[in-house]
């Protein structure tokens, strides 16, 4: 039984359905064409398979019809808010716009009393500072975590779980397998962010996550059905928050 915590429906096969093994998971969006399109093909999934909306840093200079955002936010309140956060690296949208758009969603978040999913790269640890002067965010996920200890520790007692995904995961070094058997396992989500097809990364889709399961159990040096099990609880640890 698996939970991915991080993957991107509208990128994947229009008839993609999940395993056996893929018990839920979580649907971020990225930009406006996304939202819709994966609405309608959730509704189609278990009420285990949950929506984020959002505006990825990448596409912050896309025009954007808030009015819509707050409407479909509003008419489910399991939806939570993502892919968002900020992105220092070369080539993407000016720092102003990712921040203008950033900062707006998370006052949805705080409105709205949802949870994040965030995209923090290279960002210079801007999300973490704007995100704990703030009083009243319920928390999230912070999408495929590959920092240090301090950094996750801090995330985590602001209410945040850490995505562990292929890229912690693939070319285990002595510092990763420290700083995962470090973390507060009651913490911790495992996600594919698939479709991801990249050197060192091919996950076509959340299809592919078990591996990975059994490589954070050995890590972890428990068995994969009881980090399953662990995991299970995070989740539903997390989603009671989202007011549920």
């Known amino acids: 039984m698996i939970f991915d915590s991080h993957f991107h429906l509208s990128a994947l096969a229009p008839d993609w359905l999940p395993n056996q093994a893929l018990a839920g998971g979580l649907a971020v969006t990225t930009q406006p064409t996304d939202w819709s399109l994966c609405l309608h093909r959730l509704s189609h999934l ?21 009015s819509a955002f707050e409407s479909l936010l509003g008419q489910d309140h399991r939806i939570v808010i993502g892919e968002v956060g900020l992105d220092g690296s070369h080539g993407h949208p000016s720092e102003f716009d990712q921040l ?3 900062q707006r969603q998370l006052h949805y978040a705080y409105e709205y ?5 965030l995209h923090c790269v290279n960002d210079k640890e801007h999300c973490y500072r704007l995100i704990r002067s703030m009083c009243g965010l319920k928390g999230g996920f912070v999408h495929a975590f590959s920092g240090s200890l301090v950094q996750a520790q801090r995330w985590q007692a602001l209410g945040f779980h850490l995505g562990i995904g292929p890229r912690l995961l693939t070319q285990l070094s002595d510092k990763r397998i420290q700083l995962l058997r470090s973390l507060d396992v009651s913490m911790i989500h495992l996600e594919s962010d698939a479709p991801l097809l990249r050197s060192g990364y091919q996950l076509a889709s959340p299809n592919d996550l078990l591996p990975y399961l059994t490589v954070l159990a050995s890590v972890l040096d428990v068995s994969p059905e009881s980090l ?17």
């Open 228 to 244: 399953s099990q662990q995991l299970y609880v995070n989740w539903c640890h997390l989603w009671s928050l989202n007011d549920e």
């Open 100 to 102: 203008a758009v950033f």
């Open 46 to 66: 278990s009420d285990a398979w949950r929506l984020a909306l959002g505006v990825h840093p990448w596409f912050a200079d896309v025009v954007v019809d808030w």
């Open 113 to 117: 009393g949802r949870l994040l999913s």
